[in-house]
């Protein structure tokens, strides 16, 4: 049992390029979050699914997207990275009846 | 979504009871209390959560006020390894299409010999 596992765990991207991280939880569990965490500062979310193919914005969205074609995969997608999205990204899961969320060990992203 | 204030930093003695406080005087009747840490840059870890009772774990006790406005996580005997970011949030449990799971800033708890 793995749990929550975020790929990759560390890059590097320039300007402009794109990118996809990849979240995947074997619990089975309905929702799915990403969330971003800049320097000395707390977990902001970005996009949120409760179930498979569903999507919702969270508190901020700009510049990325996601999908859930999976129950088990979230996708966050960074179309034309931006340095201002150079981050620390977060990935959780919850279980409708579970009380905790679970979370991934994060993805190092900087864009230079 | 309830939102929640915490003191941005705590110091406690190794040994003490750490008392960290949290308001949440909007929450709504049907919103539970949640309670995570952060040590270094890993991801949340899950400490507790409550309603309007009083709850205890292996690792922390949650102490709610009778009228769910504020709540406090007490660690009682802190240890060096408790030394990190506290997150308090408010969330509805199991609310389909509503659950966001928003953290607020939190409290960073240091310990010290």
């Not at chain 1, 990118?19 to 979050?33: I, K, R, V």
């Not at chain 2, 409550?50 to 769910?68: P, V, W, Y």
């Not at chain 2, 005997?77 to 997150?87: E, G, K, M, N, P």
Request: aromatic letters at 10%; one cysteine or more; a positive charge.
């Amino acid at each position: 049992n793995a749990g929550v596992t975020q790929t990759p765990k560390f890059r590097v991207l320039k300007t402009g390029q794109s990118m996809t991280l990849l979240c995947a939880q074997d619990m089975n569990h309905e929702y799915m979050y990403w969330y971003r965490q800049d320097p000395g500062m707390g977990l902001r979310l970005i996009h949120y699914s409760v179930g498979e193919g569903t999507t919702a914005k969270g508190e901020v969205p700009d510049g990325y997207n996601v999908s859930r074609l999976k129950k088990q995969n979230f996708l966050l997608g960074l179309e034309s990275a931006a340095p201002s999205q150079t981050s620390v990204y977060f990935c959780a899961s919850v279980g409708r009846m579970n009380t905790e969320a679970f979370f991934g060990q994060g993805t190092r992203l900087t864009v230079v | 979504d309830a939102k929640t204030t915490q003191p941005p930093s705590m110091d406690c003695a190794e040994g003490r009871a750490a008392n960290l406080p949290c308001n949440h005087s909007t929450i709504s009747g049907n919103e539970y209390v949640y309670w995570y840490r952060q040590i270094h840059s890993q991801g949340p870890q899950y400490i507790i959560h409550g309603l309007k009772n009083n709850e205890t774990n292996e690792m922390a006790s949650l102490i709610i006020t009778e009228d769910r406005k504020s709540s406090t996580l007490i660690l009682p005997h802190a240890t060096l390894r408790d030394t990190a970011v506290y997150y308090c949030i408010v969330r509805v449990a199991w609310a389909y299409n509503t659950d966001k799971l928003i953290f607020g800033t939190g409290t960073r708890l240091q310990v010290f010999p």
